[in-house]
């Protein structure tokens, strides 16, 4: 499962972009949240009309939305625990003046920017800085843990240059050495700009500079209004897409974040189709067809034996499987087939 965790400085916009992805609004006064989005996909919504199908399931996402962070945070890590385990950050920075003011006095998203990952770099400090106490103070002189430390107090020397995991080449064997402990500064960032609805559209000095950082570093960028997405999220079907136009807006802003969330960790969406479901999978970019059969279901994998594979682009334009297969369009395939984006796939097994 896709796991995200939401971060931010206070009054950033992250809790209502958090409602927004999940139509979840969690109760004030707790450090974090956790709910499923669901992964809008126009092609689901085809293939839905096409089959009609007593259930319709889009891909999913797990968000945790935690606490806004501030300065000194990242020293207790034991705060960021909830997000630990998340795949990726969607890391919201304000860019919006709004109606309460922001904590630190005034709008500085490339501020905000550098403060949020230097908590997540102090957090990563400290919880390397605990395991090397731990090491150090056991009584034993080969105890478990001995051999980690080079590697540690090399990730100490990394953190100290104020450099995120990411950038830190390790062998194999460091790799090895490091399980079990996860890095904030290692996770990619999808950064969320959260604008005035007056600036949507536009590419302030600032924004380039952020836009740059991104591009550095691998991550994603977009730019939204959570306000605007808010009052969007109130309005019929039919509202929404005059509104859209008239904003000049393809789709919202939370359609956009849950499927970049795929794209930053290099998933792919696979499908399944039938009267009696039409569902979304997600898989890892390179995923095998065998791989695909255990994203399913475990017995799937472990019974397979070969994969009917038409393609989302071939089904829509001919109209039918049938039509596909008279086009000689379907692959019968094995369990080393590299599955593709939109591949629409029926798994044979005998378990």
């Known amino acids: 499962m896709l796991t995200c965790g ?46 009609q199908p007593r259930k319709t399931v889009y891909g999913q996402i797990q ?38 003011p922001h ?19 102090l957090a990563d400090m400290a919880l390397v ?33 104020e450099k995120p995991m990411s950038l830190l080449p390790l062998t194999e064997e460091e790799q090895q050495q490091l399980q079990g402990l996860i890095f904030f500064t290692d996770k990619p960032q999808l950064l969320v700009v959260n604008l005035d609805e007056a600036d949507l559209g536009t590419t302030p000095q600032w924004l380039d500079k952020l836009m740059a950082i991104s591009q550095e570093k691998g991550w994603r960028l977009l730019t939204l209004s959570a306000q605007i997405e808010k009052e969007i999220s109130q309005l019929s079907t039919e509202e929404q897409k005059v509104f859209l136009e008239e904003l000049n807006i393809l789709e919202p802003g939370t359609a956009l974040v849950a499927r970049e969330a795929y794209t930053l960790l290099g998933l792919i969406a696979f499908f399944t189709v039938g009267s009696d479901e039409v569902r979304a999978w997600a898989l890892k970019q390179g995923g095998t067809a065998v791989d695909a059969a255990g994203t399913i279901h475990s017995d799937l994998a472990r019974g397979f034996i070969r994969a009917d594979v038409l393609s989302y682009e071939d089904l829509i334009q001919l109209g ?32």
């Open 103 to 121: 904590p630190l006095g005034s709008i500085d998203p490339i501020r905000d920017f550098n403060i949020v990952n230097h908590e997540l770099l």
């Open 129 to 161: 800085e605990t395991r090397l106490d731990r090491i150090k103070s056991s009584s034993k002189t080969k105890g478990p843990g001995k051999e980690q430390l080079p590697v540690l107090e090399k990730c100490m020397e990394h953190l100290l240059d």
């Open 320 to 351: 039918s499987e049938a039509a596909v297969k008279e086009k000689g369009l379907a692959q019968l395939v094995g369990k080393d087939y590299i599955v593709q984006d939109g591949d629409i796939v029926h798994i044979r097994f005998n378990v």
């Open 6 to 51: 939401i971060v931010g400085l206070p009054q950033s916009g992250k809790t209502t972009l958090f409602t927004l992805l999940t139509n979840y609004t969690p109760p004030e006064g707790k450090p974090s949240a956790i709910a499923m989005a669901n992964v809008p996909d126009s092609r689901v919504d085809r293939l839905s009309a096409m089959y």
């Open 63 to 100: 968000v945790t939305d935690l606490a806004g962070l501030s300065e000194g945070t990242g020293k207790s890590a034991a705060f960021l625990d909830s997000i630990r385990p998340a795949q990726a950050l969607i890391h919201v920075i304000r860019a919006f003046e709004g109606d309460y």
